[in-house]
């Protein structure tokens, strides 16, 4: 099939994975997928057939108008694209998180995978906490197994309770003994609307650490400090909300109140992968 052809002899292949939904928050896992697939102009390889995983009352189509005045109609879906790197080449895939037929979809998915024979999966997910936003982004990474998370300078999964998707795909893809972790970005509760790209910005640096391949963040950086100041300033119009960032700070710098070696050390290693960056395409 045309579409495994294209996951075949891949350079140095890495999966990176994230679905819109309940581990999506502030959409920033999926900006991730998102910001690379545009950067890279990645080429689609397959989409999976929405009519066997979605609920289209849950997952709407949308209509949209072209650029030629015709009218569009776009049916959920997750893809599968292929990015080229300088250095390597990335399989992404994303889309929201399927309705129906968790282990069809999974199965359909690790399939793809066994072809592509990745260095590393990689699930990318977001959640809502008490983290202010005026801090830098916790982003939690684990490994699915304690080789791997020695390896990487990550925790061994321990997470026990429900899961989405990202947990059904990760032990799938254990079974087969594909290296797989998780990084999972923290963002605030009381700003929970999309986007946040702060969010994605920090998920985008601990994936380039991960992967120790520079990743271009483009105007995310621009983007992220616009995105603090308007919370700031909606956060000074109300005197509760104020204190309650206040305390939130308060707690997080007592907890964390200087940068840690590790996070220095990578954010030195980021800079001069970057500076050494050659064309993002090849």
Excluded at 89 to 114: C, K, Q, Y
Excluded at 183 to 193: D, K
Excluded at 231 to 236: G, P
Aim: proline share 8%.
């Amino acid at each position: 099939m045309s579409e495994l052809k294209s996951l075949k002899n891949l350079r140095r292949p890495a999966v990176v994975a994230a679905f819109g939904g309940w581990g999506d928050a502030g959409d920033a896992a999926s900006g991730v997928i998102d910001h690379l697939a545009a950067l890279t102009s990645a080429k689609l390889a397959f989409a999976i057939d929405p009519d066997d995983y979605y609920d289209f009352q849950v997952n709407r189509p949308t209509v949209s108008t072209t650029s030629g005045g015709e009218r569009s109609l776009q049916w959920p879906t997750t893809e599968v694209l292929v990015a080229h790197l300088a250095e390597r080449d990335l399989v992404l895939i994303g889309g929201p998180e399927p309705n129906f037929h968790w282990r069809g979809f999974s199965t359909a998915l690790v399939s793809a995978m066994r072809t592509v024979k990745p260095e590393i999966v990689v699930m990318l997910g977001s959640m809502l906490t008490d983290a202010p936003h005026s801090r830098p982004v916790p982003v939690h990474g684990s490994a699915a197994t304690p080789a791997l998370a020695e390896t990487l300078g990550l925790e061994v999964s321990s997470y026990e309770g429900p899961t989405g998707i990202h947990g059904v795909l990760a032990a799938d893809c254990a079974v087969i003994g594909l290296p797989t972790a998780s990084l999972w970005a923290s963002v605030p509760h009381y700003v929970a609307e999309p986007p946040n790209p702060k969010a994605t910005l920090a998920l985008l640096d601990r994936l380039e650490d991960l992967l120790d391949t520079p990743l271009d963040p483009g105007d995310l950086p621009e983007q992220a400090v616009q995105w603090e100041t308007q919370v700031n300033d909606l956060a000074a119009e109300d005197s509760d909300i104020s204190a309650y960032i206040s305390a939130l700070e308060e707690r997080r710098d007592e907890n964390q109140p200087e940068p840690q070696g590790d996070a220095i050390a990578a954010e030195i290693q980021r800079y001069l992968r970057r500076r050494n960056q050659g064309p993002s395409q090849r």
